[in-house]
């Protein structure tokens, strides 16, 4: 669902910056997108890169068309995070190697916390929120457009 709301292009470089098990890369593989990239600060196997999503020294600024990724919640992965502090660094970097009127698509479960964060981040303008469930617990899928 995730690729979906992305607007898939083939044009598209995407960044998937907490991969975990790579599943948005696997997912990915139904769309036709020039390339992906999926990334972990702990990667979980050989196709996923060693990186922190907080400081993509390896990423150009303006570079990435879209990022559809699934940030730590702060329940069991991220349970001793700042979140406030965590979204906040998260939005700048991805502010920063987003391409003008490039997508941000995240899976959020702390929906008021990351809404508040979003609020104060000028260079992001909210496109669509989609309330779901996942596992039992109340989230949303946040589509996000660089607003410069």
Same mark, same amino acid.
């Given at each position: 669902? $995730?690729?979906?709301?992305? =607007? !898939? ?11 975990? +098990?790579? @599943?948005?890369?696997? @997912?990915?593989?139904?769309? !036709? ?8 600060? /702990?990667?979980? &196997? ?5 990186? &922190?999503?907080?400081? $993509?020294?390896? *990423?150009?600024?303006?570079?990435? +068309?879209?990022?559809?990724?699934? !940030?730590?919640?702060? #329940? ?6 700042? $979140? &406030?502090? *965590?979204? +906040?660094?998260? $939005?700048?970097?991805?502010?920063? %190697? ?9 899976? #959020?479960?702390?929906? =008021?916390? *990351?809404?508040? %964060?979003?609020?104060?981040?000028? /260079? *992001? +303008?909210?496109?669509?929120?989609? &309330? ?6 109340? @989230? @949303?899928?946040?589509?996000?457009? %660089?607003?410069?």
């Amino acid at each position: 669902m $995730l690729c979906l709301i992305s =607007e !898939p292009n083939k044009e598209d470089i995407v960044l998937d910056p907490f991969a975990g +098990s790579g @599943a948005i890369g696997m @997912a990915r593989k139904n769309y !036709p997108y020039q390339k992906t990239i999926s990334g972990d600060q /702990n990667p979980a &196997n050989a196709s996923i890169k060693k990186l &922190n999503a907080l400081d $993509l020294e390896d *990423f150009k600024n303006n570079s990435v +068309s879209k990022i559809i990724t699934d !940030p730590p919640w702060g #329940i069991s992965i991220g349970k001793d995070l700042d $979140l &406030n502090d *965590f979204y +906040s660094k998260m $939005l700048q970097e991805f502010s920063r %190697v987003l391409k003008p009127r490039g997508l941000l698509i995240t899976l #959020i479960g702390q929906k =008021e916390l *990351f809404e508040n %964060v979003l609020r104060k981040s000028p /260079n *992001f +303008s909210l496109v669509k929120r989609y &309330n779901i469930l996942v596992s039992g617990k109340k @989230a @949303a899928i946040y589509k996000i457009k %660089v607003a410069y």
